[in-house]
């Protein structure tokens, strides 16, 4: 059966990391794409970069915070619908929200589902309510569902069809530990035992078609001693390296 996945994409940005995490492993399995900032200036970049469909921004960072990111981006013509998570009090948010260019904001402590209502309903005010496509992005990999086929940076990958159920199961998935035991059996079911269904030497094939020779691997990383998961950083990691290409 075809998976389909949503074609919006969420850039949380919170300089504390266990925030992110919860945030995103709430939103992923509902059929988001997150990416992740950690302060106002990364999230400008990713901002103008990847052009997320909506911004969840935590107020009070280091180097820049939420309502000063919020101010440079419109400055800058960016019209990303934002809603501001903060611990201030609720007047004085919501005017300094609005005035910086906020679409809405959620006081903390709040929960998921409430996050999760007002981020539906800013999508659908904006008439960018999520719609399920066959078409998976994670950076700047394409993969098609439907036609099984992958394209790095616009060129066509040559995956076998167990490359492709190997790469699609943790694209699909970011940040998600699949241990050997769990590919195998995801992959392969009962249809191979034994030697044949050594993962290892799959990885490692695909790796070498999705990774440039001169780096270490940034798409398939190894948990060591757990297994394998599709870097949830990958986004933010390419975005990091066209930068300094650019500088260089």
Not at 12 to 29: A, E, G, H, M
Not at 104 to 126: A, C, F, G, Q, W
Not at 143 to 171: N, Y
């Amino acid at each position: 059966m075809t998976e389909t996945v949503s074609t919006v994409t969420l850039l949380v940005v919170d300089d504390d990391p266990s925030q992110r995490l919860t945030v995103r492993q709430y939103f992923q399995p509902r059929q988001f794409q997150v990416l992740e900032a950690e302060n106002g200036r990364e999230a400008i970049h990713l901002a103008l970069t990847h052009q997320p469909d909506l911004i969840v921004m935590d107020v009070m960072m280091p180097e820049l915070d939420g309502f000063e990111a919020c101010r440079e981006l419109r400055r800058l013509g960016d019209e990303t619908p934002i809603l501001f998570l903060t611990t201030k009090s609720e007047v004085e948010n919501r005017l300094a929200g609005l005035e910086a260019g906020a679409d809405d904001y959620l006081p903390k402590p709040y929960s998921l589902r409430e996050l999760e209502l007002r981020v539906r309903s800013i999508l659908k005010r904006k008439g960018m309510q999520p719609e399920k496509t066959d078409l998976l992005v994670r950076g700047d990999l394409r993969i098609d569902l439907a036609k099984r086929t992958v394209f790095r940076q616009g060129g066509l990958l040559d995956l076998t069809p167990t490359e492709f159920k190997i790469l699609h199961l943790l694209a699909a998935r970011p940040g998600q530990v699949f241990s050997r035991d769990r590919l195998l059996d995801e992959v392969w079911g009962n249809e191979y035992d034994g030697f044949q269904r050594n993962i290892d030497p799959h990885i490692n094939r695909l790796r070498v078609k999705l990774e440039p020779a001169d780096r270490k691997p940034i798409y398939i990383l190894t948990v060591w001693g757990e297994g394998y998961k599709f870097n949830e950083n990958l986004s933010r990691m390419l975005a990091e390296d066209a930068t300094k290409i650019k500088e260089g």
